[in-house]
Structure formats: structure tokens, C-alpha cells
């Protein structure tokens, strides 16, 4: 028998949490049928709802079903490494709670791993229901990703997974602290398998991801996985040395052949202010790497655990 473990990062979802359990358990003909036994695992990311309740009720009724509760809230990335640190199935699936992930792709998913596939991954084919700017957004990163990082990143993408416990113990050997989980999928590889789905709105409550924060998590993944904008800041930083220096020589002659003075106080200030905005735009870049670098070296646990069930 084999045994499927369910890892489902929550933050604020009280409403969603049996809808969730209702809806996967649809699939339990299905398991016994393939001999595959169920752990369920939900992650409370700090909510400040009555999430952490509404998994112990189901705990109370399913001793299939279990929590880890976290101290605060760390973020979705760190919700699922405890989860797939904390779960011990041979396969393992991430989901989201709101049911934009439908549960009925398992059976699916389970039936695509059994063909030699060591995960099996899932992307949207359409947006429908998202935000126009939000989405053309997220194409233009996933283009850019691709030409500026050797990490495969696919263009609407989920975080849900289907994974085998080899895939599962390469990913926990990753134990960086800024961690962007779609590069990561690409980074370690394994033979993968893509399903393909129409967007799903979500089934309760409202999404957590503002148009900043997914600006913010994008730069985490430029950040973590291409040193291109490093590149890009040296490059600048050399054509404007040799702009420069083309300058200093320009006025040199027109001063020895017209004598005329140096002129043109507002292009000057101008051009100040542009070399100056180069400059600070290339210390910015700098500093996102320099700062991850300094939260990598201090070694502060990903998560902590408040509880666990």
C-alpha cells in the first residue's frame, strides 16, 4: 500500500477548510481502489481566523487528517517546506485550500506517475477571472524568466504538485531561507508530467496576494535563481564610464578649436540626474542580492511551530 500525503498551506480560510476536505474526499473510491492510503496535512500559516478550529474539528472526526500550526505568519513558502517537511508519504501532493487546485485531477495525476513520471505538475491555459494588469504582468515575468535564468519556469504554473519522495528529499535538501518553490521545482529537475486546466475562481473568501506582493515575489524568484540583473548593473556601469570619457574628449576639442566655454546648465543637471538614477537603480540591485545574502548568513529558521497535530 502505498501513501499519499495532502499538504495544504492556509492563511485566513476558515470557510474553506471542510469545503477543501468535502471536495478530496470525493477521490476516496478512488484510493481504495489503487490501494493508497491518505494523510492529510494542513499548515496554518498564523491565520487570525478560526482556521486552526476548523482543522481540529475535522481531526476530531478523520485521524487521517492533521495540523501544524505556525507561531505567526511566515508566508506561503514556508508553509509548504513544513509541510513537506512534516509529511511522510511516498507520494506527495500540494493544493491550495481554496480549491483553485480541483482535488478531481488526482485521480489524473496518480495515473500520469504510474507512466515513469517522477512529478506530476499542473498550469493554467487561461486567466479567466484574474485582473487584466495582474496578468499580463505574470506573462511578461514568466517570458522574462526564461531568458534571463537556466531554471524552467512554466507560464501559469501552480504550486499544484504530485511528487515522489525522491523529488520531496531534493527539494527539503534546498534549505535556503528566501525561497521562490516554482524555480526550485525546475532547479532539481525529475522527469515531469504537465496537465494543463481552465482557471478555477476560488470557492470561498477572498485571495491574499495584492498586486505588490506578487510584485515582490517575482523579484525574489529574479533574485534567486539569474544573476543577470548583476550583470546588467556592470554593463550600465561600463558604457557610461565610456560615454564619459567620449564627453570629457568632446569638450576638450570644442575647446581648443572654438574656444567656446562650457554651456548648458539645465542639460547638465539633466544628465546628473540621469547618471544618477543609473547609479542608484544598479546600488538597488546590489542591495536586493546583498540583503539576501545577509538573511541567508544569519540562519534563521524558515518557520515556527506554535502547534502540531
Excluded at 88 to 95: A, F, R
Excluded at 96 to 120: F, H, N, T, W
Aim: hydrophobic share 45%.
Amino acid at each position: 500500500m502505498s501513501l499519499l500525503s495532502v499538504i495544504v498551506p492556509c492563511y485566513n480560510e476558515e470557510e474553506s477548510v471542510e469545503l477543501f476536505y468535502t471536495e478530496l474526499m470525493k477521490n476516496d473510491s478512488f484510493f481504495h481502489g489503487e490501494n493508497i492510503e491518505l494523510e492529510l496535512l494542513y499548515v496554518d500559516d498564523g491565520s487570525g481566523d478560526r482556521t486552526a478550529e476548523e482543522v481540529k474539528k475535522l481531526i476530531k472526526k478523520d485521524n487521517r487528517v492533521h495540523l501544524v500550526s505556525f507561531s505567526r505568519n511566515f508566508g506561503k513558502e514556508a508553509a509548504m517546506y513544513a509541510g513537506l517537511e512534516n509529511v511522510k508519504g511516498d507520494y506527495v501532493v500540494l493544493m491550495d485550500v481554496d480549491l483553485q487546485d480541483p482535488p478531481s485531477l488526482l485521480p489524473e495525476m496518480i495515473s500520469c506517475m504510474k507512466q515513469g513520471y517522477d512529478s506530476v505538475a499542473t498550469r493554467r491555459v487561461s486567466r479567466k477571472g484574474e485582473p487584466p494588469i495582474r496578468s499580463f504582468f505574470a506573462r511578461i515575468f514568466y517570458r522574462l524568466m526564461k531568458k534571463i535564468s537556466k531554471t524552467e519556469m512554466m507560464d501559469g504554473a501552480r504550486d499544484y504538485r504530485l511528487m515522489t519522495r525522491q523529488m520531496v528529499d531534493a527539494i527539503l535538501s534546498m534549505q535556503e531561507y528566501n525561497r521562490f518553490t516554482k524555480g526550485i521545482f525546475g532547479w532539481v529537475g525529475f522527469r515531469t508530467k504537465w496537465l494543463e486546466y481552465e482557471n478555477i475562481e476560488r470557492a470561498k473568501g477572498e485571495t491574499k496576494w495584492s498586486f505588490w506582493k506578487l510584485l515582490v515575489y517575482s523579484i525574489e524568484g529574479i533574485t534567486a535563481f539569474s544573476t543577470v540583473p548583476l550583470l546588467l548593473a556592470s554593463v550600465l556601469g561600463v558604457l557610461f564610464c565610456l560615454l564619459a570619457f567620449v564627453m570629457i574628449l568632446f569638450v576638450i576639442i570644442r575647446k581648443l578649436i572654438f574656444g567656446d566655454p562650457v554651456s548648458g546648465w539645465a542639460s547638465q543637471v539633466c544628465i546628473m540626474l540621469l547618471i544618477g538614477g543609473v547609479q542608484f537603480f544598479c546600488t538597488g540591485i546590489l542591495g536586493q542580492y546583498l540583503a539576501k545574502t545577509y538573511m541567508e548568513v544569519k540562519k534563521r529558521p524558515i518557520y515556527l511551530v506554535k502547534e502540531k497535530i
